[in-house]
């Protein structure tokens, strides 16, 4: 699965060189804020990160945008007296999608594409005053489908969208810069 996502960012990367000779593409950079919901929400805390992008005039109203990023989710400590699990996660997103304008600064945007997680659990049990500690790290990607909108003002881009990633879906939210 590992050479399916690189070979897909690797064709993105081409494509934006390439198509960067044909048109205007413009580049930005942002701070990323990520709401764990659901399942995810039991197990993992409140993220954050950063992420670059780039973006391209498609159409009248469409932009194509493409972008990578870097999410640490907080540590969240589940159990009981006597039993303690304690997990951590981290996420580098990697999507294409695209924009279409609702005005002069409101769009809607849809993105799909790949998330790398990388996922810590610690484990201890206590039995008759012993403490046992074990731990596990997986390495796991996910398809996503990113689902939202933002407003532009200036060089600056706000924007929140809902990312489906199989039992890791989370809410994100995105201040970017326009270079």
Same mark, same amino acid.
């Given at each position: +699965? !590992?050479? @399916?996502? /690189?070979?897909?960012? #690797? ?12 048109? &205007? ?10 709401? *764990? +919901?659901?399942?995810?929400? $039991? ?12 973006? +391209? *005039?498609?159409? $009248?109203?469409? #932009?194509?945008?493409?972008? @990578?990023? /870097? ?5 969240? =400590?589940?159990?009981? *007296? ?10 580098? *997103?990697?999507?294409?999608?695209? &924009? ?10 849809? =993105? ?8 810590? %659990? ?19 990607? $996910? ?8 407003? +532009?003002?200036? &060089?600056?881009? @706000?924007?929140? !969208? /809902?990312?489906? %990633?199989? $039992? ?6 995105? %201040?970017? /810069?326009?270079?």
């Amino acid at each position: +699965m !590992k050479k @399916v996502v /690189y070979l897909f960012a #690797t064709l993105v990367l081409f494509a934006g060189i390439s198509l960067n000779a044909q048109s &205007k593409i413009s580049f930005n950079g942002g701070a990323n804020l990520a709401l *764990p +919901m659901g399942s995810f929400a $039991d197990v993992a805390g409140f993220g954050f990160g950063a992420s670059v992008g780039g973006e +391209m *005039p498609l159409a $009248d109203k469409i #932009t194509g945008t493409a972008s @990578v990023g /870097y999410l640490m989710f907080g540590e969240k =400590e589940l159990g009981a *007296p006597g039993f303690s699990v304690k997990s951590s996660f981290s996420a580098i *997103p990697i999507l294409v999608g695209s &924009k279409y304008a609702l005005g002069d600064k409101f769009y809607g945007a849809a =993105e799909v594409g790949f998330h790398l997680f990388s996922s810590k %659990v610690t484990s201890e049990v206590t039995f008759f005053g012993t403490t046992t500690t074990s731990e596990g790290t997986a390495n796991t990607t $996910d398809f996503t489908i990113g689902v939202g909108g933002g407003y +532009m003002f200036g &060089k600056f881009d @706000v924007s929140a !969208k /809902y990312y489906l %990633v199989s $039992d890791a879906n989370y809410l994100g939210v995105r %201040v970017a /810069y326009h270079f």
